[in-house]
């Protein structure tokens, strides 16, 4: 697996992320935080949204970073609770955290650390192995989902982040012509 494919999908994942909380600063308090009229979109709120999407990558990261170290068997991080992020302020900062630390942890994966294999509790229980690198892409996947989750909602509010797709962050960071 190539390391810069995984970073370039995490690459993205922080230009759109950054769309979504910039849309998200937008909202008022209870915007934020509202369920009312939320059905089947995200986690709840777009507070509790967004709270998953950065909890999911911390947790991921750690997790994988502790076991490509000596620090195997390291725990998946602490979940995030609904009070520490009365706004949007508030959880962009863990955001950013998360961001700056699954960016040092990308840009230094080499190939034989995505090639190594996990082993993770699998659908009823079975044992599932896995490639870090595969892993890596979920998480970047796992992001997409939310963000998506989170443009619908913030669409709803009347705050659209634009276009979120990769193709436009291809654009926005001025990819080259043939490549």
Do not use: C, K
Request: hydrophobic residues 45%.
């Amino acid at each position: 697996m190539d390391p810069e494919v995984v970073r370039e999908l995490f690459a993205y994942g922080r230009w759109a992320g950054a769309r979504i909380f910039d849309a998200a600063a937008r909202l008022t308090p209870a915007q934020f935080t509202t369920t009312e009229g939320i059905q089947n979109a995200g986690r709840g709120s777009i507070r509790d949204t967004l709270r998953h999407l950065v909890g999911a990558q911390i947790g991921w990261v750690s997790w994988l970073s502790g076991s490509m170290s000596a620090e195997a068997g390291r725990a998946r991080g602490r979940a995030l609770q609904q009070t520490e992020f009365p706004d949007a302020a508030s959880l962009r900062a863990a955001w950013e955290e998360a961001e700056a630390e699954a960016r040092d942890f990308v840009d230094g994966v080499t190939v034989a650390e995505l090639e190594r294999v996990a082993t993770l509790p699998g659908p009823g229980g079975r044992a599932v192995d896995l490639r870090h690198g595969e892993l890596l892409i979920h998480v970047a996947n796992h992001g997409t989902q939310h963000r998506a989750e989170a443009a619908a909602l913030l669409t709803a509010f009347g705050q659209s982040p634009g276009d979120l797709d990769f193709l436009f962050y291809l654009l926005a960071r001025g990819a080259p012509a043939g490549g």
